[in-house]
């Protein structure tokens, strides 16, 4: 039975790519559901066999726990070479939000 493994809403691209060539790489059999023009489904990758759900699980909290490591570093980078916006610059940028 299908399973819902990773939900795709408010997920960066390159993260989704990241976990799409994942499940690939050790190969877990899933398939992709989009919430449709108006919005009604869901955006997620599902299991195709409920049976790989631990090991797809594990491997996704694997690589997220790496990636937090990786954008903090990037966002480190960042602020010291002084090109993280201030609240201004960004209220500046999109001031109707």
Same mark, same amino acid.
């Given at each position: 039975?299908?399973?819902?493994?990773?939900?795709?809403?408010?997920?960066?691209?390159?993260?989704?790519?990241? =976990? +799409?060539?994942?499940?690939? %790489?050790?190969? #877990?059999?899933?398939?992709?559901?989009? *919430?449709?023009?108006?919005?009604? @489904?869901?955006?997620?990758?599902?299991?195709?066999?409920?049976?790989?759900?631990?090991?797809?699980?594990?491997? =996704? +909290?694997?690589?997220?726990? %790496?990636?937090? #490591?990786?954008?903090?570093?990037?966002? *480190?980078?960042?602020?010291?070479? @002084?090109?993280?916006?201030?609240?201004?610059?960004?209220?500046?940028?999109?001031?109707?939000?």
């Amino acid at each position: 039975m299908a399973r819902l493994l990773f939900k795709l809403a408010q997920v960066p691209d390159d993260e989704a790519q990241d =976990i +799409r060539a994942l499940l690939d %790489e050790h190969q #877990i059999s899933y398939y992709e559901t989009d *919430a449709g023009f108006f919005r009604v @489904g869901l955006d997620a990758i599902w299991l195709a066999d409920g049976a790989q759900e631990e090991r797809a699980r594990e491997l =996704i +909290r694997e690589y997220q726990a %790496e990636r937090v #490591i990786r954008q903090q570093q990037n966002y *480190a980078q960042l602020v010291e070479a @002084g090109q993280v916006p201030n609240v201004w610059q960004l209220f500046c940028a999109q001031p109707i939000r």
